[in-house]
């Protein structure tokens, strides 16, 4: 996902070009897989400070039903908006300086060889993109919360945990 980018940093702002993201490489990372490959079109465009890289991307990964936690394949859709900057200037080209009150974050420097690495903002934004919450399926039925069997599965016949609330009423009806 790298992509050599010293003619747009030598051009006017303004230039820009659209370029394919295709990555089979990526396997995994903290918590989750990804199983399909990372695909979308970026459009790289030269701005005053450096190049703005927006658009689409999409991939599929693995993640664990939130109520069963059986695993599932989950697509993911996100839309990408970074600002990348160049580290040095080239020789000839624009002056490009670094932007002092930006934040120096490796992950969007343009190296010294005018290589944009767009790896490392689409991990992070996966990592935004990642529910709180997924489902196998709408009706999941989840684990028992007394044995822990998996319910979509098996039928455990453990008794639901008598609720206190109501245990002074049922008290009333059984004296009655
Ligand atoms: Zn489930
Ligand atoms: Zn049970």
Same mark, same amino acid.
């Given at each position: 996902?790298?992509?050599?980018?010293?003619? %747009?940093?030598?051009?006017?702002?303004?230039?820009?070009?659209?370029?394919?993201?295709?990555?089979?490489?990526?396997?995994?990372?903290?918590?989750?897989?990804?199983?399909?490959?990372?695909?979308?079109?970026?459009?790289?465009?030269?701005?005053?400070?450096?190049?703005?890289?927006?658009?689409?991307?999409?991939?599929?990964?693995?993640?664990?039903?939130?109520?069963?936690?059986?695993?599932?394949?989950?697509?993911?859709?996100?839309?990408?908006?970074?600002?990348?900057?160049?580290?040095?200037?080239?020789?000839?080209?624009? %002056?490009?300086?670094?932007?002092?009150?930006?934040?120096?974050?490796?992950?969007?420097?343009?190296?010294?060889?005018?290589?944009?690495? %767009?790896?490392?903002?689409?991990?992070?934004?996966?990592? %935004?993109?990642?529910?709180?919450?997924?489902?196998?399926?709408?009706?999941?039925?989840?684990?028992?919360?007394?044995?822990?069997?998996?319910?979509?599965?098996?039928?455990?016949?453990?008794?639901?945990?008598?609720?206190?609330?109501?245990?002074?009423?049922?008290?009333?009806?059984?004296?009655?």
């Amino acid at each position: 996902m790298r992509y050599k980018v010293a003619d %747009l940093i030598k051009a006017p702002p303004g230039n820009a070009r659209w370029v394919d993201v295709d990555d089979n490489e990526s396997v995994g990372h903290d918590g989750f897989q990804v199983v399909s490959p990372i695909q979308g079109q970026v459009r790289l465009m030269r701005d005053p400070g450096g190049i703005l890289v927006q658009g689409k991307i999409s991939t599929t990964i693995t993640w664990n039903c939130s109520r069963c936690l059986e695993p599932l394949a989950l697509p993911i859709d996100m839309e990408l908006s970074e600002h990348f900057r160049p580290t040095v200037a080239i020789p000839g080209g624009a %002056l490009v300086l670094a932007d002092p009150d930006e934040e120096r974050e490796a992950i969007t420097e343009i190296d010294e060889r005018h290589m944009l690495d %767009l790896s490392g903002v689409i991990w992070q934004n996966l990592e %935004l993109a990642l529910p709180a919450t997924a489902l196998c399926r709408p009706d999941c039925a989840g684990l028992c919360p007394q044995c822990g069997a998996n319910q979509n599965i098996e039928t455990c016949g453990c008794e639901p945990p008598a609720d206190s609330r109501w245990s002074g009423l049922a008290e009333l009806i059984r004296q009655s």
